[in-house]
């Protein structure tokens, strides 16, 4: 999974690292997820805790969208077989499959061919029918991949305010409040689509807390924002952007709102969330505990600028290392969630590779720290992350940071995490190993 591995595998302690990370992506996979979660015997379907009769419905149709929504269709029909009849998922990682068309699309900032993709997404939710099962795949990215620009919206416009409050360092949220309410996709708007068909959501989670209205944007989940929220996001970051002026119609009362909660669209419609951060951060506790050492799962949620969590994690370490408070080394930590970057430099990078190179500036002897998304590119590099410890060279480290331009530093000293696209998104996994004092 690690192709330099190898390379990066110098100590004890890295090697435990990357083997937390690899266990981590193993077992948020969907080829893992949906054979241990999607469950068929005769006609009866079992996902979590509810059952489907499949004998009752004239087809079985899958659309979405998102990184991992290649990976979820192969696995739905390595399960489902011909009872599939048709589908369409949009992706930037593709995967040959056998009846579900997958479409390209990009991320993190939507393209024309994610639109064009999109409206085939859209048709066949139109044409689902009472008699429909219909499954729809929402995996991490799935807001960029699904593009679907509301009337007087276009592209650019979308491109532009995405890449705007990205550099501003708004949060996921945030950057979906303002997505729901400039598409005719997301927000609900799927499940709207495909109503009255019985909706059936398998959702892999990128996001704190795994709301279904945030995940991809809540295609097929009530939406709990307004356009007044959305409004707000803009005037928050100072972001001013062409869809400011839809916005403001909305917030006035000129456009329809977004399906909230008690839209009866939702009446045949049930979310399954599949796996998250946490899938991966248990995995990779259970490794940990195997290797021998004391493992903790510090928090599935944290968020914020990454070289501040960078540091906080750090002083973590330096405690248990110090007086053994709360794990007596060795050990390893472990946290999941969403870190951000507010862009202040021209460089180039993402919130794990600036985690990492804010953790190498912090770092004492006897600690290694890894930090990778779990897709296999942060940001929009071509590295999943990077592995660090007191022996990576630090000379240049705080001008990289300050320029946002940890890609090429981390580069430079060794330190990528090469992956390749992982067929998963979960978001962040970090991995800080401890070790005792001589």
Do not use: W
């Amino acid at each position: 999974m690690i192709a330099n591995r190898e390379a990066l595998a110098a100590t004890p302690a890295r090697d435990a690292a990357l083997a937390c990370i690899e266990a981590g992506i193993e077992a948020a996979h969907p080829r893992t997820v949906v054979r241990e979660q999607v469950v068929l015997d005769g006609e009866a379907l079992r996902i979590g805790n509810e059952k489907y009769d499949l004998s009752v419905y004239d087809e079985v149709v899958v659309i979405g969208g998102g990184k991992a929504a290649a990976q979820v269709a192969v696995a739905l029909e390595s399960v489902l077989g011909d009872r599939i009849a048709r589908g369409a998922v949009v992706t930037n990682d593709p995967e040959e499959t056998t009846t579900v068309d997958v479409l390209p699309g990009d991320h993190p900032v939507p393209s024309k061919e994610g639109v064009e993709s999109t409206r085939r997404v859209r048709r066949l939710a139109d044409s689902a029918d009472e008699e429909t099962l219909v499954f729809a795949v929402v995996t991490g990215g799935a807001s960029a991949l699904l593009p679907a620009p509301a009337d007087g919206i276009s592209l650019a416009d979308l491109q532009g305010a995405t890449r705007d409050l990205l550099d501003a360092g708004a949060n996921i949220d945030e950057i979906n409040a303002v997505r729901k309410h400039c598409s005719a996709l997301k927000g609900g708007q799927l499940a709207r689509a495909a109503a009255p068909a019985t909706v059936v959501g398998l959702l892999f989670s990128d996001v704190v807390g795994d709301d279904p209205g945030v995940i991809g944007s809540g295609p097929t989940a009530p939406d709990g924002t307004s356009f007044e929220d959305a409004l707000a996001v803009l005037d928050r970051y100072g972001v001013e952007s062409a869809v400011r002026d839809r916005l403001e119609r909305g917030a006035s009362g000129e456009l329809s709102e977004t399906p909230d909660e008690d839209d009866h669209v939702f009446d045949r419609v049930t979310n399954h969330v599949l796996a998250n951060g946490f899938t991966a951060l248990d995995a990779a506790r259970e490794v940990a505990d195997e290797r021998g050492y004391e493992a903790m799962i510090l928090s599935s949620r944290v968020r914020g600028e990454a070289r501040e969590s960078a540091a906080t994690h750090v002083a973590v370490a330096e405690e248990v290392r110090e007086t053994g408070n709360p794990l007596v080394p060795p050990a390893i930590l472990l946290s999941g969630g969403e870190t951000t970057v507010a862009v202040r430099g021209a460089g180039e990078g993402g919130p794990n590779l600036e985690f990492a190179l804010g953790s190498l500036l912090e770092l004492d002897a006897g600690i290694t720290v890894a930090s990778v998304d779990t897709d296999g590119r942060d940001g929009s590099t071509d590295a999943a992350g990077a592995l660090v410890d007191d022996e990576t060279a630090v000379e240049g480290g705080e001008e990289a940071l300050r320029e946002n331009d940890a890609h090429p530093f981390l580069d430079s000293v060794g330190a990528l995490v090469e992956t390749g696209p992982t067929g998963t998104n979960v978001n962040d996994l970090r991995v800080l190993v401890v070790e005792r004092r001589d």
